[in-house]
């Protein structure tokens, strides 16, 4: 009897021992297990798992992660799955540069929200959003993710709820504020890697624009985006190439005259003449009152424009994509704005011919078309003289150059392609035939390396031999 009794309590200290090593055991294993029920072939598959994974908000401060933020949220699976479409595009290493950016955005409606919640989604760890406004209820028509219940709360704070469900590894920073002089430390003084204006106040956007010159960053800045409808042109170019955009030209006025700005910076603007202008502004009893006599915000327009949603989000989407490609190192060439017509380019392409005719006797080695002139003349050289590739010409102007401008062979011993024509103007075009290549790369090696790069590009674009 004995015997057997000593044999149950045996039987049951192992039974113990043995459920205390399982617990054990999966108490070690619970972590990987988690992750890998989170994440599978099919997506996420525990609900319970994602919500309490995504609402814990990770240590930071941890001595050993100390500095180490950015890098570790691309060794995290969940990061790592949510952006697998931007690492299979750019790159794992060009995509923990982008994690590991810091970006500012000033102007959070219908541009802002839109270029803000891109950047977010593509990865950019830090985010401060910068708006002094609120959501109304006419501006849900082009919000990125403002729904009726955030009516009367602060976009800026709206955007930081939403983003919180989207993405919470970024680190966002939300201000409910003005930018303006006093807040310039402040907002700017964080060593930003690009600063995004979608400000359409122009006071604010002519201090801000000279602030980031001033200090060195990099700023993109949005024109008008109001009283449009066609998507196709949309151009992103420098501040002096952008045309027909009223705000665009009062910006460029200002910067000029206030701070000697003439250029060097980046905007998104529309070649689409605005349909309507600001509408007139009605008082409480109906009638055309002073809208001054209604401002919040001293400077600050009272009367609204006529927007189509869509275009303000386009333009937010261009700004988010022209940053994270810059981040990601990723070049990208946009399409130059040359306000030429088909015409010039057969002027262009006939000049070729005459020239060749006259200098060779024959025009037999002029292998490029009409077509492959556009190419030529608009994408390689933007309408301008390869000696003198600033942006003074615009509109109107760039039509009178043209009537200064040739097509001449960059190297004489190889025929007229696509990949060995310059465009220059007579005189240049003289002084560039008397020379040789040798005595051109000694004399002016910049502007030899420079040429060479953008004909190797050509060659790319075509298939061809250097």
């Not at 504020?177 to 979608?198: A, F, K, N, T, W």
């Not at 910006?251 to 000697?260: A, D, F, P, T």
């Not at 009178?400 to 103007?425: F, G, H, Q, Y």
Request: glycine content about 8%; proline content about 3%.
């Amino acid at each position: 009897m004995m015997g057997r009794s000593n044999s149950v309590v045996l039987v049951g200290a192992g039974v113990i021992l043995g459920s205390c090593a399982t617990l054990a055991l999966l108490k070690l294993l619970s972590p990987n297990v988690k992750k890998k029920r989170l994440i599978n072939s099919t997506g996420i598959t525990d609900a319970d798992h994602v919500k309490n994974f995504i609402s814990g908000t990770r240590r930071k401060n941890d001595e050993e992660d100390a500095g180490e933020v950015f890098h570790d949220l691309m060794e995290d699976e969940i990061v790592s799955e949510q952006l697998t479409r931007n690492i299979q595009f750019f790159g794992l290493e060009f995509q923990r540069k982008v994690t590991k950016s810091f970006v500012v955005v000033i102007g959070l409606g219908g541009v802002g929200s839109h270029a803000a919640c891109m950047l977010l989604r593509s990865g950019v760890g830090k985010l401060l959003i910068v708006d002094f406004d609120q959501v109304s209820l006419s501006s849900l028509n082009r919000h990125a993710v403002a729904t009726r219940n955030d009516v009367g709360t602060p976009k800026a704070l709206c955007l930081k709820k939403h983003f919180s469900l989207i993405f919470p590894e970024c680190e966002v920073d939300a201000r409910v504020q003005l930018y303006d002089s006093s807040s310039e430390e402040e907002i700017l003084g964080g060593s930003p890697d690009y600063v995004l204006d979608c400000i359409d106040n122009i006071d604010t956007k002519v201090a801000l624009l000279a602030a980031c010159v001033r200090r060195g960053l990099k700023v993109l800045s949005a024109t008008g985006a109001g009283a449009r409808a066609d998507p196709t042109r949309i151009r992103v170019a420098d501040l002096s190439e952008s045309s027909i955009d009223p705000l665009s030209r009062a910006v460029r006025h200002r910067l000029k005259k206030e701070h000697g700005i003439n250029g060097g910076i980046p905007v998104v603007f529309s070649q689409e003449k605005p349909k309507a202008k600001l509408l007139p502004f009605e008082g409480s009893s109906g009638n055309d009152e002073n809208p001054s006599d209604y401002q919040i915000v001293p400077g600050f327009r009272v009367r609204i424009i006529p927007v189509l949603g869509t275009i303000p989000a386009i333009f937010g989407q261009v700004m988010a994509s022209y940053v994270v490609t810059k981040l990601a190192d990723l070049h990208v060439q946009m399409e130059p704005v040359v306000n030429l017509d088909l015409d010039h380019y057969h002027i262009l392409h006939h000049r070729l011919i005459e020239h060749e005719e006259l200098l060779h006797g024959t025009a037999m080695e002029v292998e490029v078309d009409v077509e492959e002139v556009m190419y030529v003349v608009k994408e390689l050289w933007r309408g301008r003289s390869a000696r003198d590739q600033s942006q003074r010409d615009v509109g109107r102007g760039m039509w009178r150059s043209v009537n200064e401008l040739m097509l001449v062979r960059w190297d004489r011993a190889k025929p007229a392609t696509v990949s060995n024509l310059i465009l220059l103007k007579f005189k240049e075009a003289e002084e560039h035939e008397a020379s040789t290549l040798g005595e051109m790369k000694q004399k002016d090696p910049a502007f030899f390396a420079m040429v060479s790069d953008v004909l190797k590009r050509a060659a790319a674009d075509f298939g061809l031999k250097e």
